[in-house]
């Protein structure tokens, strides 16, 4: 009896959210499942070698897929709030674990870096902010996006042969 209630229950979330029957919506969305084409691919070359970062890293792809993900399959303005949130709070704690591994190693741009860091961050607040009052998920994906690739990928690379470095000793 309570399983006969949860698929109705899910039956009805499904065709209230995807608008389709149930086989259509359960075949549609399987395939969706199995053909999505991940926007960003973790490769190796994108390791900086500090495994608590690197993971970080990993944590916000996965966010920026999620987020890519929703807008393949209709569904960008509901996922966008979530994941707004979840890219403040987790560039927040991001951003003070790198520059307190940066303060500890005793960088020499450390300071540099961590305003690169409040530029991102407000850059992110006011993307954010627009793409959530305008509902346009592409235009914050985007803006990930080209974060990822320009930050993660580029400027943290700079101080990675430091950071190993002074980790070796």
């Not at 674990?97 to 020499?108: D, H, M, N, S, T």
């Amino acid at each position: 009896m309570c399983v006969d209630k949860s698929k109705k229950a899910i039956h009805s979330i499904k065709k209230g959210v995807y608008g389709m029957s149930n086989e259509e919506n359960k075949h549609g969305f399987l395939n969706s499942l199995l053909e999505h084409k991940i926007l960003i691919v973790w490769q190796p070359r994108y390791n900086l070698g500090i495994p608590i970062i690197d993971e970080q890293h990993r944590g916000i792809v996965s966010v920026i897929n999620s987020l890519h993900f929703g807008i393949e399959n209709d569904q960008g303005e509901n996922f966008l709030k979530p994941i707004v949130g979840m890219v403040y709070e987790y560039t927040r704690i991001h951003f003070e674990a790198e520059e307190r591994f940066l303060e500890i190693c005793g960088y020499p741009y450390v300071e540099d870096h961590h305003k690169m860091h409040e530029e991102l961050r407000f850059k992110l607040q006011t993307i954010g902010d627009k793409s959530l009052k305008e509902q346009t998920p592409g235009e914050f994906l985007e803006f990930l996006k080209d974060w990822f690739v320009d930050h993660i990928c580029e400027k943290d690379r700079q101080f990675r042969d430091f950071l190993l470095e002074m980790i070796r000793f």
